[in-house]
Nanobody
Framework: QVQLVESGGGLVQPGGSLRLSCAASGLPLSYYAMSWFRQAPGKEREGVSCISTRDERVNYADSVKGRFTISRDNAKNTVYLQMNSLKPEDTGVYYC?????????????WGKGTLVTVSS
């Protein structure tokens, strides 16, 4: 059974940092591009970042460039999202997902999400 489990969310003040983790079981992450999405209250889910499989290419939404960093540890079967200089507009539920490629429209598997709240 495939599971993606996110952790690391919480309440943080503007300007603060969080590191999200996405641990996989039943799925070798090294074979998949891994993405982070987020969904703010009342808004549609949006892509935040993606890291490819072999060449470790990464991409970011314009709104998080320079502040967020995606990485993967294939030995631990875990993907991370380091979030710095957090803003209130970064608030939302963050989901990790596996995909064939970062350019793929579809998602193979979703995690259940972890809530990030940026507020003073």
């Amino acid at each position: 059974q495939v599971q993606l489990v996110e952790s690391g969310g919480g309440l943080v003040q503007p300007g603060g940092s969080l590191r999200l983790s996405c641990a996989a079981s039943g799925l070798p992450l090294s074979y998949y591009a891994m993405s982070w999405f987020r969904q703010a209250p009342g808004k549609e889910r949006e892509g935040v970042s993606c890291i490819s499989t072999r060449d470790e290419r990464v991409n970011y939404a314009d709104s998080v460039k320079g502040r967020f960093t995606i990485s993967r540890d294939n030995a631990k079967n875990t993907v991370y999202l380091q979030m710095n200089s957090l803003k209130p507009e970064d608030t939302g539920v963050y989901y990790c997902a596996s995909r064939a490629h970062c350019s793929s429209r579809g998602v193979n598997y979703w995690g259940k999400g972890t809530l990030v709240t940026v507020s003073s």
